[in-house]
Each structure stands twice: as C-alpha cells, then as structure tokens.
Nanobody
Framework: QVHLAESGGGSVQPGGSLRLSCAVS????????TAWFRRAPGKEREAVAT???????YYADSVKGRFTFSQDNAKNTWFLQMDSLKPEDTAMYYC???????????????????WGQGTQVTVSS
C-alpha cells in the first residue's frame, strides 16, 4: 500500500509561483510511475506531469515550460514547481502513483491506483 499526501496549495496572483509537495509513505521511485493531476471545476481530472521509474517525463501541453516535476528520493517527496501561473491553472491538484507496468505518457486517471487527497490552487487577481 502506498499513501500520498499533498501540501503547498494556496491562492496566488497571475504570473506568480507555487510549489506543491507530495509526501510518499515509502520509496517507490524505481518501481512506480508517479504523477501530478488536476481537476478544474466542471472538468475531468487531467494529467499535468508524470515521471516513469526510468526518469522519462511527460508534461501536458498547457503547462510545458512553466511547470517542473522533481523528486527528492532520499526524502520520499515529490514536487511540482509551478511558475507563470494563469487563472486557467486553478484546480484541485493531486499526486498519484501506480506500480509497474504503468502508463506514464499522456495517462488517464484510471491508469493510476494510488492517490493523495488533493490540494487546492487558485490563481486570481
């Protein structure tokens, strides 16, 4: 069993930055795909950034060049650095994981088995 817990959400003005964290209950970076998803009001949950156990990464077109997914494996913590935030980035953000074999490229939420509870990000002036 894998337990995930997000933190770091909040309110920020357009153009600002936030860094989300995901604390993981055990070291899974070499055996699981890991991901950040988001769900905006009235929309389906979508993948924002993912990483394979082999360090391949995927970013949604809408966040490329603005968001960075990183991992501190020694601390079992992942991060989503979000820069140049836009109002359309407003959503509940979730970290997720799934064991091998797993889909890391352009996944759907059904591809991931383990989820955190989510953290709200609001971008507004």
């Amino acid at each position: 069993q894998v337990h995930l817990a997000e933190s770091g959400g909040g309110s920020v003005q357009p153009g600002g930055s936030l860094r989300l964290s995901c604390a993981v209950s055990k070291d899974i970076h070499s055996t699981h795909c890991t991901a950040w998803f988001r769900r905006a009001p009235g929309k389906e949950r979508e993948a924002v950034a993912t990483m394979s156990p082999f360090n391949s990464s995927y970013y949604a077109d809408s966040v490329k060049g603005r968001f960075t997914f990183s991992q501190d494996n020694a601390k079992n913590t992942w991060f989503l650095q979000m820069d140049s935030l836009k109002p359309e980035d407003t959503a509940m953000y979730y970290c997720a994981a799934d064991s091998l074999p797993c889909r890391w490229y352009d996944p759907r939420d059904a591809d991931f088995h383990y989820w955190g509870q989510g953290t709200q990000v609001t971008v507004s002036s």
